[in-house]
């Protein structure tokens, strides 16, 4: 069964420090992941999906995300925060051994500070 | 598009009442999820449709809940009756099977139940 873990459920960072959130999986097969965002009151937003390919891969708002298989991680970073990044993020797995059904990681509501 | 559309986005209704939620997917997907968000528990699938059948509702609570889709524009989740630990906010997403796998959401329906 795929599962997804996030760590952290707040992080905290000043407005232009890295944003750095977790995410490692578990799949069988290989997954697609992606990292969705969620403002407030509002559904949850595609921020950047790894399909097959290049590993590094960008989304919007300058956010990219690295696929180590090796270490069955999937994490997110900006390398300069601001201020409207404070959101939730998640962490998110599809594979054909799911149904392709997406599972998403708990979350991680991020804060940025003056 | 106008995107995936949801209603009511807001319903409060009594401990025992019957509830109906409606979802509108995107023209042309195929693939139509129901998630639960909550605090408690973050999101979870409910329930999701291929073509109209549904696939796996294995995450559905229990026999209180039902989901329908009786063609490609519409889908209803049901509960009857409701009970107070029903409140959550309840997420539609649709996707096309050439998309990537990526998901659209709605703006979610907000349940509290009194």
């Known amino acids: 069964a795929q599962s997804v873990t996030q760590l952290g459920s707040h992080v905290s960072v000043s407005e232009g420090a890295l944003v750095l959130l977790r995410c490692n999986y578990s799949?069988?097969?290989?997954?697609?992941l992606f990292w969705y965002v969620q403002y407030p009151n509002q559904g949850l937003q595609l921020l950047l999906k790894y399909t097959t390919g290049a590993t590094l891969v960008k989304g919007i708002n300058g956010f990219e995300a690295e696929f180590k298989k090796s270490e069955t991680s999937f994490h997110l970073t900006k390398p300069s925060a601001h201020m409207s990044d404070a959101a939730e993020y998640f962490c998110?797995?599809?594979?054909?051994?799911?149904?392709?059904?997406?599972?998403f990681g708990a979350g991680t509501r991020l804060f940025v500070k003056a | 598009d106008a995107g995936v559309i949801q209603s009511p986005r807001h319903e409060v209704t009594e401990m025992g009442q019957e509830v109906t939620l409606r979802c509108k997917p995107i023209s042309g997907h195929d693939y139509l999820f129901w998630y639960r968000q909550t605090m408690m528990r973050g999101l979870e699938l409910l329930i999701y449709f291929n073509n109209n059948v549904p696939i796996d509702d294995s995450g559905m609570p229990e026999d209180r809940f039902s989901a329908k889709m009786p063609n490609a524009s519409f889908s209803t989740l049901k509960i009857q009756p409701s009970e107070p630990r029903d409140s959550a906010v309840y997420f539609c997403a649709s996707r096309a099977t050439s998309g990537a796998n990526v998901l659209t959401f709605g703006a979610g329906s907000r349940l509290t139940v009194l």
């Open positions: 799949s069988s097969v290989p997954p697609y």
């Open positions: 998110a797995v599809t594979s054909n051994t799911g149904g392709f059904k997406t599972i």
